[in-house]
């Protein structure tokens, strides 16, 4: 039947395992290679002949699972891992509500657990700006709060002297002359999962009667005019 990410083999459909006489997972606690005497007492559901368990495609996250009524207790059989199109069905670790948190080196994604750091993304709060940034005055970068925990934001002003690390989302930087500055800000999440963004900060020339650029620095207030100057 269906399931979230992709399908699920249903619990009752043991024709494939009854076929080649293997036993369905279990959720007892003995793991592979310790003593058995019968195959319900394996994580892996397969005690061997040498009287230990032994692995099954099942039981190990990410393996094949085709050959399996379903895997074991808190684990699903899925062809989809949120991100990628699997052509072979593998088991993946569930998460949240019941099934609870992920290992450390993992993280939830949709219900299932998957390798590494959850992703994330920052997007800008102030940005486009209503006033553009003047030199000589304070510019304000404000950030969306992002939607895990970060513990750390780095900030490159593009300028001498404006690199400095914060634990808030958002800065103030002074520039000193007007022109084009590539401003970048990094973040690191408790995670240990980083992302980056970068806009380009262009600063205004002045008021009404100032030298501008109609194809570069815009007037702090008014227009550049033909003759190159804010009116």
Known sequence: MLAKHGWRMAAGAVSIVALFGLATCSSSSTADGDSCSADKECKSGRCGSAGTCEGSDCTCDGADCR????????WLCTRTNATTFDAIPQCRQECGGTFGACP?????????????????????????????????????FKLNP??????SYTWDFGADGGVMTTTDPSNTFTFDQAGSYDVTVGAHATTGATASLTTTEVLCVGGVGAGCDPEGAPCCSGSCSVDMTCK
Do not use: M, Y
């Open 67 to 74: 050959g399996q009524s379903s895997c074991r207790s808190g």
């Open 146 to 151: 992002p939607s895990i925990p970060v513990d």
């Open 104 to 140: 450390s080196n993992k993280h939830c994604d949709n219900a299932i657990c998957l390798d590494g750091a959850e992703a994330f993304t920052l997007s800008w709060a102030n940005i486009p700006r209503k006033t553009p940034c003047a030199p000589k005055v304070p510019c304000d």
